[in-house]
């Protein structure tokens, strides 16, 4: 699995949406986060790692990272320009309205013509203001738009798309029931998803049990064992080393130091 770090999308805000105008200064290190996010890149040309796969970009293309799914951006161009996009998971759906299929099926990069490049870019620029239901559907109708060409693109294999959203529905599955829902082949689904996502099956699962462990703790579950259980681990043990073998502490220096603090705010060196 690609070592990345929890760090959560850095809404500023009480609204559930944000669009950052990228600085090389603030790059952050491999990560991934519960928020979809989607990056748009405006000029030049860089190179993305995402679980295994390295991904090159250039001028117009608009960029999907689900929920759980693991980036960083590895190397860019001097003139290299993005604009990223985040909603919360809860906005997004809304916002979407249809459902987990919509809000996360459809191709990871797409490549916008000239058009709608200079239209998208013009949304991610424009100035905003403090009134965060001025943000919210400003921000609400670009993601609707990004996402209606999202879906209308060549996307990546029909099994892939499905395998990704039984597991935002249902990370508890393992890959046989995905395999049934999707009506395809165990191994097929796995060899297919990991060439599109650049992780197994069984690592993203993982990825979203932690996720939903953490969304558990932020809510006020009681002790780290039921908020376990809630995530669909099967024991202490099981939870415990995932934790331990994805984050790379303990969920209770997570929890009850500063070291989550410490590594939200991490930064890439600079070059």
């Given amino acids: 699995m690609a070592e990345a770090l929890y760090q959560p999308f850095p809404l500023p805000g009480p609204a559930r949406a944000h669009v950052w105008h990228h600085v090389p200064e603030t790059r952050r290190p491999r990560h991934f986060h519960s928020e979809p996010e989607l990056n748009l890149v405006a000029a030049g ?66 490549r916008l013509d000239p058009e709608s490049l200079a239209r998208l870019r013009s949304d991610c620029s424009a100035p905003l203001g403090g009134d965060p239901t001025a943000v919210e559907q400003h921000l609400g109708d670009l993601w609707r738009e990004a996402h209606d060409r999202r879906r209308t693109a060549l996307a990546k294999r029909a099994s892939t798309s499905h395998a990704l959203v039984s597991l935002i529905e249902k990370p508890e599955l393992g890959r046989d029931d995905v395999a049934l829902a999707v009506r395809a082949h165990p191994t097929d689904v796995s060899r297919h998803f990991h060439r599109d996502i650049g992780l197994t099956l069984t690592e993203y699962r993982t990825r979203l049990r932690l996720l939903r462990f953490i969304h558990s703790m932020d809510r006020g579950e009681a002790n780290l064992l039921s908020a376990a259980l809630n995530a669909r681990f099967g024991s202490y043990s099981q939870y415990h080393r995932a934790f331990h073998g994805t984050l790379a502490c303990s969920p209770r220096d997570f929890f009850r130091t500063d070291l989550r603090s410490r590594m939200k705010d991490l930064l890439s060196p600079r070059d």
């Fill in 45 to 110: 040309s860089a190179t993305f790692g995402v679980g295994d796969l390295t991904i090159s970009v250039g001028p117009g293309d608009l960029l999907w990272w689900a929920p759980g799914q693991d980036h960083v951006l590895v190397d860019a161009s001097i003139d290299f320009d993005l604009y990223v996009v985040g909603l919360t998971p809860e906005f997004s759906e809304r916002v979407l309205g249809s459902g987990t299929a919509s809000a996360h099926g459809g191709a990871t990069r797409t």
